[in-house]
């Protein structure tokens, strides 16, 4: 790992390097990840010796764009993860030590910016590669079960419970936040019409667990309310049609959408948009 980067036991942001020159639109992995992005150690029977347990480490991102993942990997795993279907979609996974570790090196030049969630994750799962890295064999076998069993824990609370230590937000320039916020949307934003009485209204959304990014979001785009629905989620959501036509073209132009299918809908609601200019109800829109 590179060597700005430390167990994450004690804080969730890492030190950038000021020297370091860094591509500002690599964040937008970052908030990919923060997005898409579950953690594991995976506990499995080793028969040899008898009763002993091994572990696996793994980083996972999920996502329906296989041709985003292929990009995923080659930048960010640098071409070690492996695409797998699942229902619906397609899991990216970085598996093993050596694979992991390219993953949190990448994540510590360009970490996640704000998530109460990833950041854990990430934190945790350092931990977890430092000390399997550091008690090889089976000579504490005892002690490592203890110390995995721990980790594994804390990752299924944050799973289940969203039970996470507070991070600090990394200092990022406005580039770096903006791209970041991109990743995010390609993993979890909505944006089209939908049913207001008899109208159709524009709407612009995201909705996770984190309430950091959402508040992220309306603290960087100036617009929009938050809310928190039954299901537990944080939700944004913006429905000016003047101020969604910005949007529009900050995601389209200025930081790009990947996810081809969230380009093509985010591309079809500003033309929507720029086409009923003149129509503020938006009344008789028609997708």
Same mark, same amino acid.
């Given at each position: 790992?590179?060597?700005?980067?430390?167990?994450?036991?004690?804080?969730?942001?890492?030190?950038?390097?000021?020297?370091?020159?860094?591509?500002?639109?690599?964040?937008?992995?970052?908030?990919?990840?923060?997005?898409?992005?579950?953690?594991?150690?995976?506990?499995?029977?080793?028969?040899?010796?008898?009763?002993?347990?091994?572990?696996?480490?793994?980083?996972?991102?999920?996502?329906?764009?296989?041709?985003?993942? +292929?990009?995923?990997?080659?930048?960010?795993?640098?071409?070690?993860?492996?695409?797998?279907?699942?229902?619906?979609?397609?899991?990216?996974?970085?598996?093993?030590?050596?694979?992991?570790?390219?993953?949190?090196?990448?994540?510590?030049?360009?970490?996640?910016?704000?998530?109460?969630?990833?950041?854990?994750?990430?934190?945790?799962?350092?931990?977890?590669?430092?000390?399997?890295?550091?008690?090889?064999?089976?000579?504490?076998?005892?002690?490592?079960?203890?110390?995995?069993?721990?980790?594994?824990?804390?990752?299924?609370?944050?799973?289940?419970?969203?039970?996470?230590?507070?991070?600090?937000?990394?200092?990022?320039?406005?580039?770096?936040?903006?791209?970041?916020?991109?990743?995010?949307?390609?993993?979890?934003?909505?944006?089209?019409?939908?049913?207001?009485?008899?109208?159709? +209204?524009?709407?612009?959304?995201?909705?996770?667990?984190?309430?950091?990014?959402?508040?992220?979001?309306?603290?960087?785009?100036?617009?929009?309310?938050?809310?928190?629905?039954?299901?537990?989620?944080?939700?944004?959501?913006?429905?000016?049609? +003047?101020?969604?036509?910005?949007?529009?073209?900050?995601?389209?132009?200025?930081?790009?959408?990947?996810?081809?299918?969230?380009?093509?809908?985010?591309?079809?609601?500003?033309?929507?948009?720029?086409?009923?200019? +003149?129509?503020?109800?938006?009344?008789?829109?028609?997708?």
């Amino acid at each position: 790992m590179s060597k700005n980067a430390s167990s994450g036991s004690d804080s969730c942001r890492k030190p950038g390097n000021p020297q370091e020159t860094l591509k500002e639109d690599n964040f937008y992995y970052a908030g990919f990840f923060a997005a898409e992005m579950t953690c594991s150690v995976i506990k499995a029977a080793n028969y040899n010796p008898a009763g002993h347990y091994y572990y696996a480490i793994d980083i996972t991102v999920t996502n329906k764009d296989r041709s985003l993942l +292929q990009n995923v990997n080659e930048v960010v795993m640098k071409g070690g993860g492996i695409i797998s279907p699942v229902k619906g979609a397609f899991n990216l996974s970085a598996r093993g030590k050596n694979r992991v570790r390219v993953v949190l090196d990448f994540l510590d030049r360009y970490p996640i910016i704000i998530g109460d969630f990833a950041k854990n994750r990430v934190a945790l799962l350092k931990d977890a590669l430092l000390y399997l890295e550091a008690h090889r064999g089976s000579s504490e076998h005892r002690k490592k079960i203890e110390v995995m069993d721990v980790i594994r824990k804390k990752l299924r609370r944050i799973k289940e419970f969203g039970t996470a230590k507070s991070c600090s937000q990394e200092r990022a320039g406005k580039n770096s936040i903006g791209y970041f916020l991109a990743g995010v949307l390609d993993g979890e934003g909505s944006f089209g019409f939908k049913k207001s009485g008899n109208r159709r +209204q524009p709407y612009f959304a995201v909705a996770m667990k984190d309430k950091k990014i959402i508040e992220l979001f309306r603290k960087y785009l100036q617009h929009g309310n938050v809310r928190r629905r039954k299901d537990g989620l944080y939700h944004y959501e913006i429905n000016h049609s +003047q101020v969604l036509k910005k949007i529009c073209k900050l995601f389209l132009t200025r930081y790009p959408l990947r996810h081809a299918r969230q380009r093509e809908r985010m591309a079809k609601l500003q033309r929507i948009l720029n086409d009923y200019t +003149q129509n503020p109800s938006l009344s008789k829109v028609r997708e």
